[in-house]
C-alpha cells in the first residue's frame, strides 16, 4: 500500500539554522500539506499546496517558513531561521484531492531546536 | 472560525469493555467529519469520515461513529476494545471548500488488561 514518507526521523538544529524537512507524498495525488504537533499540544495546520502554488496557510506560516516542490516526488518544508518555539513534530500529508478527500499522513518529522 | 472540543483528554478502559470518544464542533458553515488515529510514535491513520447521507459511519478496526447534527457532536464508539487500541484519537472537521483539517485536543485510550 503507497504511503506517504519523510526524512529525517529526528533533526536537531541549533537556533538561527535552516532546516528542509522533506516528505515524499503518495505518487498520484495533487494535493500535500503540512502541519505540525507541539509536544503535548494538538495538530495544526501549516499550509497547503496545489498546482505548484500555495493554496492556503496558516497563522503559523509567516515568512519564515517556505514549501516547495522541486521535482516531480518530492515536497519540503524549509525553515529559514528556527526558533526554540520551532521544536515541534511536523507531519506531511497528502490527497488525491480536495476537502472532502482523505488526507494521508506520513510518520513525522521530529525537530528539536537549541 | 470553528472549534473541536474533545472532552476527555484520557480514557482508561478495560479489554472487551465499550467505549465511546466524544467529540464536539461548532462551525458557522457546514464541515466534513474525521477521526484520525495516532499510535505510539507512528502518523495520523485515518478511522473514518462523515461527509453527508447515513449519520452513522463505520470504519476501520471495528469503530464508528454517529453524527448529531442538532447537537454539533461526532461520537467515535466500539463495542469491545482490544489491547492495540491503545492510542491518541483525534477528532478534525474541514470547513467545506476549504483543505485545512482542524484537530480536537485529542484523547488518549488506554485499554488496560
Known amino acids: 500500500e503507497p504511503e506517504v514518507t519523510q526524512t529525517p526521523s529526528h533533526q536537531v538544529t541549533q537556533m538561527g539554522q535552516e532546516v528542509i524537512l522533506r516528505c515524499v507524498p503518495i505518487?498520484?495525488?495533487?494535493?500535500f500539506y503540512w502541519y505540525r504537533q507541539i509536544l503535548g499540544q494538538k495538530v495544526e495546520f501549516l499550509v497547503s499546496?496545489?498546482?505548484?502554488?500555495?493554496?492556503?496557510k496558516s497563522e503559523i506560516f509567516d515568512d519564515q517558513f517556505s514549501v516547495e516542490r522541486p521535482d516531480g516526488s518530492n515536497f519540503t518544508l524549509k525553515i529559514r531561521s528556527t526558533k526554540l518555539e520551532d521544536s515541534a513534530m511536523y507531519f506531511c500529508?497528502?490527497?488525491?484531492?480536495?476537502?472532502?478527500?482523505?488526507?494521508?499522513f506520513g510518520p513525522g518529522t521530529r525537530l528539536l531546536v537549541l | 472560525a470553528q472549534s473541536v472540543t474533545q472532552l476527555d483528554s484520557q480514557v482508561p478502559v478495560f479489554e472487551e469493555a465499550p467505549v465511546e470518544l466524544r467529540c464536539n464542533y461548532s462551525?458557522?458553515?457546514?464541515?466534513?467529519l474525521f477521526w484520525y488515529v495516532q499510535y505510539p510514535n507512528q502518523g495520523l491513520q485515518l478511522l473514518l469520515k462523515?461527509?453527508?447521507?447515513?449519520?452513522l459511519v463505520k470504519g476501520i478496526n471495528g469503530f464508528e461513529a454517529e453524527f448529531n447534527k442538532s447537537q454539533t457532536s461526532f461520537h467515535l464508539r466500539k463495542p469491545s476494545v482490544h489491547i492495540s487500541d491503545t492510542a491518541e484519537y483525534f477528532c478534525?472537521?474541514?470547513?467545506?471548500?476549504?483543505?485545512?483539517?482542524?484537530f480536537g485536543t485529542g484523547t488518549r485510550l488506554t485499554v488496560i488488561p
Open positions: 500529508a497528502s490527497s488525491v484531492g480536495p476537502s472532502q478527500e482523505t488526507q494521508y
Open positions: 505518487s498520484n495525488h495533487l494535493y
Open positions: 499546496f496545489y498546482n505548484n502554488e500555495i493554496s492556503e
Open positions: 462551525s458557522s458553515v457546514s464541515v466534513y
Open positions: 462523515y461527509l453527508s447521507g447515513s449519520t
Open positions: 478534525a472537521v474541514i470547513v467545506t471548500g476549504a483543505n485545512n483539517l482542524f
